[in-house]
Nanobody
Framework: QVQLAESGGGLVQAGGSLRLSCAVS??????????MAWYRQTAGRQRELVAT???????TYSESMKGRFTISRDNDKNTAWLQMNSLKSEDTGVYLC???????WGQGTQVTVSS
């Protein structure tokens, strides 16, 4: 069983930064084995994958977020982060943490970027 809790969302001006956190609680599987992912749900669009990070801390990014967003993890803290820089109004949405390709999701955290 895995439980995820996101935090760190909020209102920011365009060009600003936010750092999202995903605290993970696991039972029966070690966090370090999990590939973690961030998704986002923006208005009028399907949920899209933002970034992943595997057990070796190798990260992948959606092309549109590459260079602005950075995913990271700390296996001692059972936490994954998403650092978002140079935010744009189109980044507004709900950001969700997920154990990649699993049914385990957090509740999401709202990010609003004002122009």
């Amino acid at each position: 069983q895995v439980q995820l809790a996101e935090s760190g969302g909020g209102l920011v001006q365009a060009g600003g930064s936010l750092r999202l956190s995903c605290a993970v609680s696991t039972s029966g599987i070690a966090f370090w084995r999990l590939t973690m992912a961030w998704y986002r749900q923006t208005a009028g669009r399907q949920r899209e994958l933002v970034a992943t990070i595997n057990s070796e801390a190798i990260a992948t990014y959606s092309e549109s977020m590459k260079g602005r967003f950075t995913i990271s993890r700390d296996n001692d803290k059972n936490t994954a982060w998403l650092q978002m820089n140079s935010l744009k109004s189109e980044d507004t949405g709900v950001y969700l943490c997920n154990v990649y390709q699993s049914p385990f999701w957090g509740q999401g955290t709202q990010v609003t970027v004002s122009s």
